[in-house]
């Protein structure tokens, strides 16, 4: 099958090389080497199109299936945006990056939803936290990438540190990790480990993606992995291959007895 012709449509040398490019059905954001950072479906924004942006949000809504107060860190050219506006109404959502060229290129180029129910604001991740520190979030996205991977100023312990004291009760932190780079990917697992009581890791199928899923309780196990019925129906609703990502989490973070208890509750 032929691959869809490519359209350049904007080139641009800030703190970052960034382009944007459509690519038949879609269209995408690529950092320099041809990195995607972002790509969306043109004629239906809503639906993911990156597979670790469906594992994000399958392991997030199994943790926590009704979040109202979510902070996403990293906006990119607003994939996740979209699939709040239409998939979860109810959630009141702010969206946080550093960066006004990449928002400037999100609103120009990817109809970057803004309203009542999303705002999006040009600051550092870890700053906006320690400046709002009365506000808490049920479910916290980090996914903050520039041309040389994982922001070092966001994956720090500081920040995990900081994500965690503005989580509500039964709040999440789920995270985008990019595991290529093998030292700084086990640096930012040990802050996630100490900085967190529970974790989940699930690598993304066919990727060098992990999702981590972080608690500051108990794993809710028998939220995480529920019945055959309830994944089929969350896959048709949402989109997304929730059997493929429950069963990631359980394969690479069960232990046998866990499991054994979990089947005989």
């Given at each position: 099958?032929d691959e869809?012709?490519?359209?350049?449509?904007y080139?641009?040398?800030g703190?970052?090389?960034?382009?944007?490019?459509?690519?038949?059905?879609?269209?995408?954001?690529?950092?320099?080497?041809?990195?995607?950072?972002?790509?969306?479906?043109?004629?239906?924004?809503?639906k993911?199109?990156?597979?670790?942006?469906?594992?994000?949000?399958?392991?997030?809504?199994?943790a926590?299936?009704?979040?109202?107060?979510?902070?996403?860190?990293?906006?990119?050219?607003?994939?996740?945006?979209?699939?709040?506006?239409q998939?979860?109404?109810?959630?009141?959502?702010?969206?946080?990056?550093?960066?006004?060229?990449?928002?400037?290129?999100?609103?120009?180029?990817?109809?970057?939803?803004?309203?009542?129910?999303?705002?999006?604001?040009?600051?550092?991740g870890?700053d906006?936290?320690?400046?709002?520190?009365q506000?808490?979030?049920?479910?916290?996205?980090?996914?903050?990438?520039?041309d040389?991977?994982?922001?070092?100023?966001?994956?720090?312990?500081?920040?995990?540190?900081?994500?965690?004291?503005?989580?509500?009760?039964?709040?999440?932190?789920?995270?985008?990790?990019w595991?290529?780079?093998?030292?700084?990917?086990?640096?930012?697992?040990?802050?996630?480990?100490?900085?967190?009581?529970?974790?989940?890791?699930?690598?993304?199928?066919?990727?060098?993606?992990?999702?981590?899923?972080?608690?500051?309780?108990?794993?809710?196990?028998?939220?995480l992995?529920?019945?055959k019925?309830d994944?089929?129906?969350?896959?048709?609703?949402?989109?997304?291959?929730?059997?493929?990502v429950?069963?990631?989490?359980?394969?690479?973070?069960?232990?046998?007895?866990?499991?054994?208890?979990?089947?005989?509750?």
């Open positions: 099958m869809p012709a490519k359209k350049l449509l080139r641009f040398q703190e970052n090389y960034v382009e944007v490019v459509d690519e038949g059905d879609y269209r995408s954001l690529y950092f320099q080497n041809s990195v995607v950072q972002s790509r969306i479906f043109n004629a239906t924004p809503a993911l199109a990156l597979r670790y942006t469906q594992y994000m949000m399958a392991a997030s809504l199994l926590l299936p009704h979040p109202k107060k979510v902070l996403l860190i990293g906006v990119g050219a607003g994939a996740l945006l979209h699939f709040f506006h998939f979860l109404p109810d959630a009141s959502v702010e969206g946080v990056d550093n960066s006004e060229d990449i928002l400037d290129i999100a609103r120009r180029f990817f109809s970057l939803p803004e309203n009542k129910q999303i705002s999006v604001h040009c600051e550092d870890l906006y936290l320690v400046r709002h520190d506000k808490r979030y049920d479910l916290i996205l980090v996914d903050a990438f520039n040389g991977g994982m922001a070092k100023g966001i994956y720090s312990p500081e920040f995990f540190k900081t994500a965690g004291k503005r989580l509500s009760q039964q709040g999440v932190i789920c995270c985008n990790l595991s290529g780079r093998r030292k700084h990917y086990g640096r930012v697992r040990k802050a996630l480990e100490q900085n967190s009581t529970s974790q989940v890791f699930i690598p993304v199928r066919r990727r060098e993606n992990v999702i981590a899923l972080l608690f500051q309780s108990e794993l809710p196990w028998r939220s992995y529920p019945a019925s994944l089929h129906r969350l896959n048709d609703k949402y989109s997304i291959d929730f059997k493929e429950s069963a990631a989490a359980k394969k690479h973070n069960m232990k046998i007895g866990e499991q054994l208890q979990l089947w005989l509750r």
